[in-house]
């Protein structure tokens, strides 16, 4: 088989183990896969495959197990282990059969059983052929060396063969390029990359998440329009988001989305709709990158602990600053945000995601008119905020903790995100210049905004509970039923609670029959 010779300069030198350490979790299940191979006298060979191998010689520990079988089906091994569990008295697993699933990268049959609490994956070595318009292939029993080649990168290509406690390197470089950190495909990287286009994004992943340097040709071959057209046409977009999510749930979401622009990839990947009312331009895929780049390092450097949904989806919602505002016409003649589109329809991720990113980006432009009222700047008009909906007549002094404790109840426990977001786009400079040149004067803005909501007791706002509901409400005003009066009075009694937050429910009702019969005097 021929093998590639990409050059790249200045690879960082990784400390790799010359030996795989095996914990006594990984001592104990091995043992017991070769007590089967013995009980049977099978001559089969047995090889942890991929990302576990490169991650114990990187020093890492990997719970993700998978043995690759050069003889026999992972679900016919299975049968074995469960007849020698019974031939010792022991108690049979569960063997759980994962079909082949092209569409979800799934190209053989997986059995999967549960050893000592930890669950093992079991596939036979395998060599494959791929169809000029598919990337389906043609699966056939394979021997160690095909299967290695047949894998997307060399450092993911590694063998550890269970029967010799040995690391196999059957590219021959696998190892050499995980020691000098470099991003190879086993045969040449367009071939690879148009017999599986998902390679392209799995090689802009494992770049950004350790730190490895993409090879030249490689980097040639996954701008290559042959193959962004591979990408477009064989690959399902659920595969194309899944792999970004892998991006930007990592540790390097920045990274990836640079390179991802680097190479042309970005609106491949990220296709906008073609109705769109305002124009994209090509251009506007390096901005994006920059601002979620800029957020990126305001969250670290802020000290954000955020959960990990929070932080997905505050990329998610940086990525996409810059088209934020613009919209498409749907099937139904409907203007709906781009973003909207392209989170739901060229991602496929949850239709609850789309709508977070969509209240995230809502509740930054909320933020936005009320940080100059929060930071009590002399020159700006409390009157200027723009609100929805028009708050009850209290003291001006009491109209923040209401605006504010209205927006958290809506955004809740994404509010931190949404603030720091708000925060890059404070003043209205939209120049990534300006906001990477401010960073530090943002965050503490940010800090100030932050530091004021939790002074106002506001940060759980969303938990609290109406002193007087509904039915007290149509009691009170004599209705026989609910409507829109009902609803009118809910929202103006939560008001009174968030200017009031030390407020009494006789002293809320209070306030509310004043405010009754005040509206009866008038008319």
Known sequence: MSKTNGTSSASPLVVVKENIDLTDKEKQIFDRLLDVLRHFKLETKLRVAGGWVRDKLLGKECYDIDIALDDLLGREFCEKVNEYLTSTGEETHGIGVIQSNPDQ?????????????VWIDFVNLRSEDYAENSRIPTMQFGSAEQ???RRDLTINSLFYNINTSSVEDFTGR?????????????????????????????????????????VE???????????????????SRERIGHEVDLMVSGNQPAKAMACISELGLFWVVFTPPKDCEQLISEEHDKVCVRYMDAAWRHMNEAGC??????????????LFIPLRKTVHIDNKKKRVPVVNYIIRNSLKLKASDADDVMRLHSTVEKFLSLIPFVLRKEDEQIGEIDRETDTIDVHLSLKLRIWLGLLLREIKDFWRPALLISTLLHNNDLSVDVIEGELDKRRQV???????????????????KPLINGKEIMKILELGKG????????????QWQLAYP???????????????????ART
């Open 105 to 117: 990268s799934k190209h053989l049959e997986t059995a999967r059983m549960r050893l000592f609490d």
């Open 147 to 149: 299967d290695a080649y």
């Open 174 to 214: 696998g190892l050499s390029d995980l020691k000098s950190g470099k991003i190879v495909t086993p045969l040449p990287p367009k071939e690879t990359f148009l017999d599986d286009p998902l390679r392209v994004l799995r090689a802009i992943r494992f770049s950004a998440r350790f730190g490895f340097e993409m």
């Open 217 to 235: 040709e490689l980097k040639v071959a996954a701008a290559d329009n042959d193959v962004k057209s591979a990408i477009a046409d064989k690959i």
């Open 305 to 318: 602990n955020f959960s990990d949904e929070q932080r997905r989806l505050y990329l998610y919602a940086s």
């Open 446 to 464: 940010f800090r100030e905004v932050e530091q004021e909501i939790l002074k106002l007791g506001l940060e759980n706002v969303w938990e609290v």
């Open 483 to 494: 409507g829109p009066v009902v609803s009118e009075w809910q929202r103006k009694l939560l």
């Open 502 to 520: 030390s407020g009494t429910a006789e002293e809320c009702v209070d306030w509310m029959t004043r405010q009754t019969q005040a509206k009866r």
